[in-house]
């Protein structure tokens, strides 16, 4: 990006893990609000926070300069799921205790939502801002690794897991099912997995139709449009 | 056959290197920097020096004794003195052959031999110049990010004029399971710490093992000073501890306890 004009944007990622505790990370360190506003202020790690020599005096306005690269965003008109890598430093910390090893042990990233920013210096605009969801890829000594999915990835929806079908897809007495009928050996009281023979038919499991065939077509039922089907053979 | 078995115990000895050889001492570190951020670090390995010797125009016994050191301590380790670089031990071993090259009757040469120091190995004399070889480890870095843990209890940071490090972290000094710790990568090391007319007194513990108290009562308060020194520690990853003893000189006022810098030999 520098290379074709201007100064290098600066890099912002913000993140709130699933326990609601927010991140801000940044290629430098930042603490300009409202020039560099975060987009997802969520509740500060106090404990990490109160571990600090100078923690900030604004936690959801200051960007700890973490984040060490982020590649891979792309944009398609296609429904194509693309993920991109995020790479925070995992070297800071006191003698003791890696700071982002830390907060990963404490927290689960698995799934944290991240807005992902390009921010122009020169414009204090963002040039570049992508939501999703993270991933951990990998935990190094050095560099840890996330992947950054889109919000919208069909791939992660469940398809429908059941058969179309007319007959009920339980078994006979079961949760779902939800009749307490005696399965007694006669089969007296089991139903045929059909809608009409169902005891309990708030939970009926089939898809039904309103399609009715009249056993006896009356005059009425059948079409007399007179239709001239015309075959090459 | 250990660190007893010395390979040049005297500056005139025949088996002394050519002076001066290479030093090299690995990295054993990690950092990480960002676009425009600071850079990181972080020690994380114990590798000592390295030094690539030579032997120019020897004996064929002196050959056939460097070789010998080689074949014996290669599972083991020796002491080499740097007598010109003022008489430091080092403890290690010949991590490449000895391989003699004839360069007239009865005379070889040996060269690029590489010698690596082992951590862990205890020596005869441990490394004392604590003025040129020692560095500081401080409370706090130069980005200003704190370097000691607060392992339990409460610990406080605060400015302080009389503090080496400019800090101190600080303990009431009456819980005795309290705990701040330092880890280092290097041989024995000092603590320092400014004294005063309220504070108590403390344990250290390396590795675990106490290694005497410190007291930091003084009737006025007074700069920075070494409390405790524990030169006599072998080359590895070590983690210093302090820990409150809840006890305090006659005429203090008080127990608090403070951290604020290591010395600790390079």
């Known amino acids: ?233 | 056959m250990s660190q007893l078995e010395v390979l040049n115990p005297t500056p005139t000895h025949p088996l002394n290197p050519d002076y001066g050889f290479q030093k090299k001492r690995p990295l054993t570190h990690l950092n990480a920097k960002g676009n425009q951020g600071p850079a990181y670090f972080r020690e994380i390995t114990d590798q000592g020096h390295q030094f690539s010797l030579n032997w120019i125009d020897k004996l064929a016994h002196d050959a056939r004794r460097l070789k010998w050191y080689y074949e014996q301590f290669r599972k083991g380790f020796f002491t080499i003195i740097d007598h010109e670089g003022g008489g430091r031990h080092y403890v290690g071993r010949f991590t490449q052959p000895v391989e003699p090259v004839p360069t007239s009757h009865n005379h070889w040469s040996i060269q690029q031999v590489t010698f690596d120091e082992m951590p862990g190995a205890p020596m005869l004399i441990y490394p004392n110049n604590w003025q040129e070889d020692a560095i500081w480890e401080c409370l706090l870095n130069d980005w200003g990010d704190r370097e000691t843990a607060a392992v339990s209890g409460t610990w406080t940071l605060a400015a302080d004029a009389l503090a080496r490090s400019g800090y101190h972290f600080a303990n009431g000094g009456t819980v005795v399971t309290d705990q701040a710790a330092y880890v280092y990568a290097g041989y024995g090391f000092q603590f320092w710490a400014p004294t005063g007319p309220a504070y108590g007194q403390a344990t250290i513990l390396l590795d675990g093992t106490s290694v005497g108290n410190v007291d930091f009562y003084s009737a006025n308060a007074t700069p920075a000073a070494m409390l405790l020194q524990q030169q006599n520690v072998s080359l590895g990853i070590h983690t210093v501890t302090l820990q409150p003893l809840n006890t305090k000189n006659a005429a203090s006022s008080g127990r608090t306890i403070l951290w604020d810098a290591l010395k600790v030999m390079r």
Not at chain 1, 118 to 132: I, R
Not at chain 1, 174 to 198: E, K, L
């Open chain 1, 1 to 233: 990006m520098a290379s074709r004009s201007g100064p290098a944007p600066v890099l912002l990622l913000d993140v709130i893990a699933m326990d609601g505790t927010s991140y801000h990370w940044g290629s430098t360190a930042i603490d300009e609000a409202p020039i560099y506003p975060s987009v997802l202020p969520g509740t500060p790690p106090t404990a990490w926070l109160a571990g600090l020599a100078n923690p900030p005096a604004n936690y959801d306005t200051h960007y700890f300069p973490w984040l060490l690269s982020a590649s891979g965003f792309n944009q398609t008109r296609a429904m194509r799921a693309v993920s991109a890598s995020i790479s925070v430093q995992n070297v800071s910390g006191n003698t003791l205790q890696r700071d982002l090893a830390g907060l990963l042990s404490a927290r689960t990233f698995e799934g944290a939502l991240y807005c992902f920013r390009e921010f122009n210096l020169v414009k204090k605009e963002a040039e570049f801002e992508q939501h999703g969801r993270l991933t951990l890829n990998s935990e190094g000594e050095r560099i840890c690794t996330f992947g950054a999915s889109l919000l919208f990835n069909p791939n992660d929806y469940d398809g429908q897991p059941f058969t179309v079908s007319e007959t009920c897809q339980w078994n006979f007495g079961d949760r779902r099912c939800g009749s307490t009928a005696a399965n007694d050996g006669a089969f007296s009281s089991p139903c045929d997995n059909t809608y009409t023979t169902c005891h309990q038919l708030n939970r009926f499991g089939g898809y039904l139709n309103t399609v009715v065939f009249p056993t006896n077509p009356g005059t009425a039922n059948v079409s007399e449009n007179r239709v001239e089907y015309r075959r090459l053979v």
